[in-house]
């Protein structure tokens, strides 16, 4: 399948495919030209498989920091965007620690949690699975932020967040993927029911408006003018927003049929206006 017609899934796999069978991998990198830095807390998510253009992404959307999905960080960062490494899933044999002593090298300072375990399609991780293996990640010493569920609010986070309580582990902020209407208003109201549930700083990792009743993009019932309105709305309020300490919008590809509307590129790489919107806020 061609990289411009991927689904969200199929988006992240591509990027993780590169890191299979291998955790970590230097972070000796050269870098490009210095971008402009819009805003500190302002990311983004993206895949840097295929290599083109990923680079060119990052700087034209004003991002601080981005992840990709992956602990493997690219070659060739731009200068002044920071790569925050995740560990997408793990097994009861795998040790972090050589990644930690790496990361922390490298100057790494925070690290991201399994991806989507309450997802059968995504890390599809039990909560006494991603317990069991949570000490050796606070092992590597780097700030934590909690498995990033596609329901931030429900059972499995629920579960694991008691009993990180309970076993006094350690998790420093939890990290939260929304993918709801248009309503700015409700999406800040679900944010400061997580931070109320969890006594944690929020980390929006994936965000982005969603039709998942959508069969195609023509059937949409989103157009790219109201979520440059949703973003107007939106981002000021993150950017005020205390506990909310960095998020990323979600790039999808411009033909999805559930988050077309919401693509930051077009298939040349150019900013789309949602993108010029994220950049400018």
């Known amino acids: 399948m061609a990289f411009d017609s991927m689904n969200r899934r199929n988006f992240i796999q591509l990027g993780l495919a590169a890191t299979a069978g291998t955790l970590f991998s230097g972070c000796a990198t050269q870098v490009l030209k210095s971008s402009t830095i819009t805003n500190p807390k302002r990311g983004l998510g993206i895949t840097t498989k295929p290599a083109s253009q990923w680079r060119e992404k990052l700087q034209l959307c004003g991002a601080n920091w981005f992840y990709s999905w992956g602990s493997m960080p690219p070659e060739n960062l731009p200068a002044a965007v920071q790569f925050v490494p ?8 795998d040790s972090f620690a050589k990644v930690g002593e790496q990361l922390r090298k490298a100057g790494c300072q925070q690290l991201l949690g399994f991806n989507e375990p309450d997802q059968k399609n995504q890390s599809n991780m ?8 949570w000490p050796k990640l606070m092992d590597t010493g ?4 909690s498995p990033s569920c596609v329901h931030p609010d429900r059972d499995w986070m629920k579960n694991f967040m008691k009993a990180v309580n309970e076993q006094q582990l350690r998790v420093d902020f939890v990290t939260v993927h929304s993918y709801g209407g248009l309503d700015a ?5 679900q944010m400061e029911a997580v931070h109320k549930m969890f006594n944690r700083p929020l980390w929006i990792t994936e ?6 009743k959508a069969k195609s993009r023509a059937e949409n019932q989103y157009q790219p003018e109201q979520i440059v309105k949703f973003i107007e709305q939106l981002l000021p309020r993150l ?3 205390d506990f909310v300490e960095r998020y990323a919008w979600f790039p999808a590809q411009p033909d999805n049929h559930a988050l077309g509307p919401c693509a930051m590129f077009n298939e040349d790489g150019s900013l789309t ?3 010029q919107a994220y950049r400018a806020v």
């Open 207 to 212: 965000f982005a408006v969603g039709d998942w």
């Open 185 to 189: 208003d409700a999406f800040m109201k």
């Open 273 to 275: 206006s949602v993108g």
């Open 239 to 241: 950017d005020r927003c």
């Open 126 to 133: 039990t909560v006494e699975d991603a317990l069991a293996l």
């Open 86 to 93: 995740m560990i997408w899933k793990g097994k009861p044999s």
């Open 142 to 145: 780097l700030r934590l932020g």
